[in-house]
Structure formats: structure tokens, C-alpha cells
């Protein structure tokens, strides 16, 4: 089949348009509902979906071209597929146990695809990642799958273990009690009621439970932790993007107990959520660019469909609501019309009520923190990220932000540079890590969300490199001095704050005297309103870059713009324990001295050779002089 990389590709529907020919008899070959739906969603204008979900529908097109292929061990069975949309169809609606919901489209899309595909006698996908907005039926969908798996793949087994969990014990019994009331009422029907009496089956209170087989169905919860005790044929995580990065092993423990079971499953769903450094977010990042290069053959094990909006501009268009809710699109007119009317005025509550993240985050579907009076929106730093960026012999501004005891030392690096006729600015870090207050740098990781061993290994951080964990001041100093001269670097301005740093000011201006003497800046809105206000408009209007650099990214993201009563801003951070903005501290402190660069803006007295190194003058001298001949 072709080769198809969409690494880049906005609307990946309009470049796969002239392949259409390619797909169009698999609807009719297979008459599922998941694949009509895929073929939908790419090639008729049914649906209105956002590129996450273009890249799900695609990669199933793609993989039914491509069974049979060598290295394509993986099948789509359509009794498989028949199994779970019957049973599905037996199940009440937990909000009328009297009436049985017939899926959306969209939910026997996630379905069919993590029960159809197959790989020999097991499944082919033991992870997925779902993520969608709330009130769209993603704990019924979960439901559903637990009680396909309890009452069907494990219902001749004996001593399974199934799992329903949640970073805590009220989202964890939420969809437990979903299961539960559903378990209840499946006992009941004519296809399993002789079985679940023979069998035991107890919906309990905290399980549901075959006295006879000992199949049981667990909530648990990982702040209450003992997830390595069992070994689940399918574990589902609600909310998963809730999840404190301290917790992360408790998914090791879910993982870990599942090895060697061929039907197991592990299924983490979630709304988005603010914080970035989460791994669920992790994971949906890696996992689309590994969707995204369909032609390798990486993470196939790995499911993924995520309903949200494509930006948090269309935060402000409602007409395009129906991808992060694609109930919309399955309704009546009428219905459609209530439901789009009811989120928009949910919509004008919550910004009046200045609550509009929540919304943002929950109802969209966004990872977002720009709605909470954020300094940058995670997509304006994402789109700055340019890899390529040779620092070597440039002009640099520096800026400095000391630490107290918890939060890391930070330099920030701002390069002034014309791009064509382009004014701009590309900003780099290098932070100095303690981990006196967190006891080891594995507590420091997991506390902050960050892998700053391996953050050192990719030369972004220096870890301490005192026993006693605390920064080590000479350390931050050689380190500094061997960079700008390793990278012959033109130091046009350093600026620090004198709170902090006053032993950083006193070793420049004692060491370095051809070095611009530091400008103290205190921290305050009244000097650095101007500088952060500059600095960001530049940000937004495209004017400065990043490197791929997940500590200032996190810095970035994590900075909310505060305000005094004169009006004046300065970035400050909502969580004091993990929410570190010291690179972005950093870099607005550079920016002070960097933004009037562009503008030859200077003071009556200035004199060209100020900013000439000892070198440079000596070769000025030279070439005006002779050198003294």
C-alpha cells in the first residue's frame, strides 16, 4: 500500500481525499458500524472531526489495506465485532435502567476497534488512550467494556481479576457503580442468568464477585495503592489525566500484573485537565506521533482516539463544539440545536463567572491553562519550538534567577537575530537542580513532574553536585563562564535579581570584567511590567523560538500573569510546591535588557565600544591605528 507520513498535516481528510478509490469498498466489505464510521469521518462530510480523531479513523482504513502483510500480524474479526455491539445493545442506560442505549456512531468506533482487531487468540490492542469531553458517555463506554470482559471474554475462565480505578475513591466508585448496576441487570437477562446463578455473580458494594469461580470485579484507587497485587485480564483508569506525576508507579503496578495474559487490556480515559506534566498528556503526545508516521510499524499494541478541539481558539466557535462532543453530531436538528444553545450559555456562565478553564478544560476537551489568566497557552509554546538554532559567536543577553530551597537556579539566554527582515529572539535555559528539601533527585523528579536525570543527560540541567543536595554556587558560576566562552559569546547584558544573587553579581563583576556589570532588577510589577508584556506579545505574534526543551516549556506554562492595583504585571506561579516558573523568571529578567535591541535605543553618554569585548577593541584599535606602527 502507499506510504503515509502526516507528521505536519492540519487536515489530514483533505490530503487523503484523492485516495478516496483506495478505501471506498471497505465499508461495504466489512459493515461494521466502527468502520462505516472511520470511512465517514474521512471521506464524506457526515462528521466534523478534529485531527486527533482524523488520525484514528485513518490509521483503521490503513490497517484493514494492510492485513495480510508480512509485517502486519493483526486481523479484524467481524464476529468479534458482533459480539460487543450485540451485548452492548443488552445494557441499560445508567441514567434509565429501563431503556437500553443503541451506541453513537463514535462510541462503536472505540468499541469495535479494541475488541475486532486481534493478533492470534488475543487482542491486539492491550493499551488504549480515550479521551473525550464530559457528559459524552465515557464512563458508560467503560462500563460497557468491563462487563463485556466480565460477562464474556472471562466468563469461562476462573480467578480473573478485573480492575476499575481512579486517582481517588469518588471517581473510582462512580464508574464502579455504573458496572455494578449494569452487572446487576445483565445477570437477569436470558442469556446469562442460568450461568451468573451456577457462577455465584454478587453485584456487591465495593465488587462484583463469582463466589463459585472467584471472577471479581475490584475498585481501587491509587492514592489507597495495592494495584501489584493482581494480575487484571482488563484494567480501566477513569480520569486518568488527574493523576498526580508522584503516583505514576501505581500504573507500573496495573502494567506489570497484566504480563502474559493474551486477551489483557489496559484502558486509560480521561477529560484534559490543566497541568501538562501528567503522563496521560505524555502519552497522548507520543503516541500521535507515532500514529502520525502510519507507514512504521511502532506502538501497534497501542490504541488512541481523542475528541477535542483542534485549538483554544475555537473556544470561541461554537459551530465547531461537535469535536470535542460528538454527541452533537449524532443528534436530531432540534436536539442539536438545545444542546449547542445550553453549552453556550454554559459557556457565558462560566466566563462571567471567571471560571471559564473549567470549561475550556472539561467541556472542549483543551490542555490549557491560558483561560486561568495564563502568561502563554500551551499551543503559542508548542508552535515556537524550532530544533535548529546555532548559538556560536552571537550576541546574548542573561538573565538570572537564584533559588530558595526548593526551586531550581536558572539561566536564561536570550539571542537577538534577524530572520530576513524579521526581528527575533531565540530564548534557551540551563537550570540548576537541588533535591536538599525532596531528600533525592527521584523525589525531586517525581514531585515536579519532570525527569531531570534525564534532562541532564540532554544537557538542559545540571544537577547538584553537593552531597547535601543544596545549589552549589561555584558550580553555577564555572558553568556559566566555560559556556559563553566554549560558544565564544558576545554578553551584551546580565540581570539578576539582587535578593537572591547578590554572590552571582559580586563573582561577575570580580571575574569578568569585560562582561557588561549586572543590572540588579528586583522582582517587582513595577520594573518588570514593561519587559513582561513586550515578551509576550512577541511570544504570541511568532517573533520568538524555543528549543525542544520540556523545562521551559513547563515554565512557560505553568506562569500566570499577575496584576497590582496600578495595572502593572508580573508572571507568577497557582501550585508553590511543584509549579516552577524559574526559566521563565530567567528569561523575562534577559528581556529587560534585550527588548529595545531592534530599537538603538541609548542613553546620551552610550559609546559603541561599551559593548565590545577586550578582543574586539583591541582589534578596533588596530584596525583604526595600525596597532601602534
Known amino acids: 500500500m502507499r506510504k503515509y507520513d502526516y507528521t505536519g498535516v492540519t487536515d489530514i481528510r483533505a490530503y487523503m481525499a484523492p485516495y478516496e478509490a483506495d478505501y471506498a469498498g471497505l465499508p461495504a466489505q466489512y459493515g461494521d458500524p466502527g468502520t462505516r464510521y472511520a470511512y465517514d469521518v474521512m471521506f464524506t462530510d457526515r462528521y466534523l472531526a478534529g485531527r486527533d480523531v482524523q488520525l484514528a479513523c485513518i490509521r483503521h482504513l490503513n490497517d484493514l489495506l494492510r492485513i495480510g502483510d508480512d509485517d502486519f500480524?493483526?486481523?479484524?474479526?467481524?464476529?468479534?465485532?458482533?459480539?460487543?455491539?450485540?451485548?452492548?445493545?443488552?445494557?441499560?442506560?445508567?441514567?434509565?435502567?429501563?431503556?437500553?442505549?443503541?451506541?453513537?456512531?463514535?462510541?462503536?468506533?472505540?468499541?469495535?476497534?479494541?475488541?475486532?482487531?486481534?493478533?492470534?487468540?488475543?487482542?491486539?490492542?492491550?493499551?488504549?488512550?480515550?479521551?473525550?469531553?464530559?457528559?459524552?458517555?465515557?464512563?458508560?463506554?467503560?462500563?460497557?467494556?468491563?462487563?463485556?470482559?466480565?460477562?464474556?471474554?472471562?466468563?469461562?475462565?476462573?480467578?480473573?481479576?478485573?480492575?476499575?480505578?481512579?486517582?481517588?475513591?469518588?471517581?473510582?466508585?462512580?464508574?464502579?457503580?455504573?458496572?455494578?448496576?449494569?452487572?446487576?441487570?445483565?445477570?437477569?437477562?436470558?442469556?446469562?442468568?442460568?450461568?451468573?446463578?451456577?457462577?455465584?455473580?454478587?453485584?456487591?458494594?465495593?465488587?462484583?464477585?463469582?463466589?463459585?469461580?472467584?471472577?471479581?470485579?475490584?475498585?481501587?484507587?491509587?492514592?489507597?495503592?495495592?494495584?501489584?497485587?493482581?494480575?487484571?485480564?482488563?484494567?480501566?483508569?477513569?480520569?486518568?489525566?488527574?493523576?498526580?506525576?508522584?503516583?505514576?508507579?501505581?500504573?507500573?503496578?496495573?502494567?506489570?500484573?497484566?504480563?502474559?495474559?493474551?486477551?489483557?487490556?489496559?484502558?486509560?480515559?480521561?477529560?484534559?485537565?490543566?497541568?501538562?506534566?501528567?503522563?496521560?498528556?505524555?502519552?497522548?503526545?507520543?503516541?500521535?506521533?507515532?500514529?502520525?508516521?502510519?507507514?512504521?510499524?511502532?506502538?501497534?499494541?497501542?490504541?488512541?482516539?481523542?475528541?477535542?478541539?483542534?485549538?483554544?481558539?475555537?473556544?470561541?466557535?461554537?459551530?465547531?463544539?461537535?469535536?470535542?462532543?460528538?454527541?452533537?453530531?449524532?443528534?436530531?436538528?432540534?436536539?442539536?440545536?438545545?444542546?449547542?444553545?445550553?453549552?453556550?450559555?454554559?459557556?457565558?456562565?462560566?466566563?462571567?463567572?471567571?471560571?471559564?478553564?473549567?470549561?475550556?478544560?472539561?467541556?472542549?476537551?483543551?490542555?490549557?491553562?491560558?483561560?486561568?489568566?495564563?502568561?502563554?497557552?500551551?499551543?503559542?509554546?508548542?508552535?515556537?519550538?524550532?530544533?535548529?538554532?546555532?548559538?556560536?559567536?552571537?550576541e546574548v543577553f542573561i538573565g538570572f534567577d537564584a533559588s530558595q530551597s526548593n526551586d531550581n537556579t536558572s539561566i536564561g539566554f536570550e539571542y537577538p537575530y534577524l530572520d530576513g527582515k524579521t526581528h527575533m529572539y531565540r530564548v534557551e535555559q540551563h537550570s540548576f537542580i537541588p533535591f536538599a528539601q525532596a531528600k533525592t533527585l527521584a523525589a525531586k523528579s517525581k514531585q515536579d513532574g519532570l525527569d531531570y536525570a534525564e534532562l541532564e543527560d540532554q544537557g538542559l540541567v545540571s544537577v547538584t553536585n553537593l552531597a547535601s543536595g543544596v545549589i552549589n554556587k561555584q558550580q553555577v558560576y564555572q558553568w556559566l563562564v566555560q559556556y559563553v566562552h566554549e560558544n565564544r559569546l558576545r554578553v551584551r547584558g546580565i540581570a539578576a535579581d539582587p535578593n537572591l544573587a547578590s554572590w552571582f553579581v559580586k563573582m561577575i563583576e570580580n571575574y569578568q570584567p569585560d562582561w557588561p556589570k549586572p543590572v540588579e532588577l528586583r522582582p517587582t510589577s513595577f520594573y518588570l511590567s514593561v519587559p513582561t508584556k513586550d515578551f509576550q506579545n512577541l511570544f504570541v505574534n511568532g517573533n520568538v523560538t524555543i528549543p525542544d526543551d520540556p523545562l521551559l516549556v513547563d515554565g512557560f506554562n505553568n506562569a500566570v500573569v499577575v496584576e497590582d492595583k496600578g495595572g502593572a504585571v508580573k508572571i507568577d506561579r497557582q501550585n508553590r510546591t511543584s509549579d516552577h516558573i524559574d526559566t521563565a523568571d530567567a528569561i523575562i529578567n534577559a528581556h529587560y535588557l534585550a527588548q529595545d535591541y531592534f530599537e538603538n535605543f541609548h542613553g546620551d553618554d552610550y559609546n559603541p565600544m561599551s559593548d565590545m569585548t577586550s578582543d574586539e577593541k583591541r582589534n578596533y584599535f588596530k584596525a583604526m591605528f595600525g596597532g601602534g606602527k
Do not use: C
Open 73 to 394: 500480524p493483526y486481523t479484524y474479526e467481524v464476529p468479534m465485532v458482533d459480539a460487543i455491539e450485540y451485548f452492548v445493545g443488552l445494557l441499560p442506560n445508567p441514567d434509565n435502567i429501563k431503556v437500553n442505549i443503541k451506541p453513537m456512531r463514535w462510541q462503536s468506533f472505540i468499541l469495535d476497534s479494541l475488541i475486532g482487531w486481534r493478533k492470534g487468540n488475543g487482542t491486539r490492542f492491550t493499551t488504549s488512550n480515550i479521551s473525550v469531553a464530559r457528559a459524552q458517555g465515557k464512563t458508560w463506554i467503560a462500563s460497557m467494556l468491563m462487563n463485556f470482559y466480565y460477562f464474556v471474554v472471562g466468563w469461562n475462565a476462573s480467578s480473573q481479576d478485573f480492575l476499575v480505578a481512579s486517582y481517588d475513591s469518588d471517581h473510582s466508585t462512580k464508574l464502579f457503580n455504573d458496572v455494578s448496576l449494569q452487572a446487576k441487570q445483565i445477570m437477569q437477562l436470558d442469556e446469562f442468568r442460568e450461568d451468573a446463578i451456577k457462577r455465584g455473580v454478587d453485584a456487591q458494594t465495593t465488587q462484583v464477585i463469582a463466589k463459585n469461580t472467584k471472577n471479581t470485579i475490584r475498585k481501587g484507587t491509587s492514592e489507597g495503592g495495592g494495584f501489584d497485587s493482581f494480575h487484571n485480564l482488563l484494567a480501566i483508569y477513569d480520569e486518568i489525566g488527574n493523576l498526580r506525576p508522584a503516583k505514576n508507579e501505581t500504573l507500573k503496578q496495573i502494567t506489570s500484573g497484566q504480563n502474559n495474559i493474551d486477551n489483557r487490556m489496559f484502558v486509560k480515559i480521561s477529560t484534559a485537565y490543566p497541568d501538562i506534566k501528567v503522563k496521560f498528556k505524555s502519552d497522548e503526545d507520543s503516541m500521535r506521533a507515532e500514529i502520525e508516521k502510519d507507514y512504521l510499524r511502532s506502538s501497534d499494541n497501542v490504541f488512541q482516539v481523542i475528541y477535542a478541539q483542534d485549538s483554544e481558539e475555537e473556544a470561541f466557535a461554537p459551530e465547531t463544539w461537535g469535536k470535542s462532543n460528538p454527541n452533537l453530531l449524532e443528534m436530531s436538528k432540534s436536539a442539536y440545536e438545545k444542546q449547542l444553545t445550553s453549552l453556550k450559555q454554559d459557556f457565558a456562565d462560566n466566563e462571567r463567572e471567571g471560571t471559564l478553564a473549567t470549561f475550556v478544560n472539561k467541556t472542549l476537551n483543551l490542555w490549557s491553562r491560558r483561560f486561568q489568566n495564563s502568561y502563554l497557552s500551551l499551543d503559542v509554546i508548542q508552535k515556537a519550538q524550532k530544533a535548529d538554532f546555532d548559538v556560536h559567536g552571537r
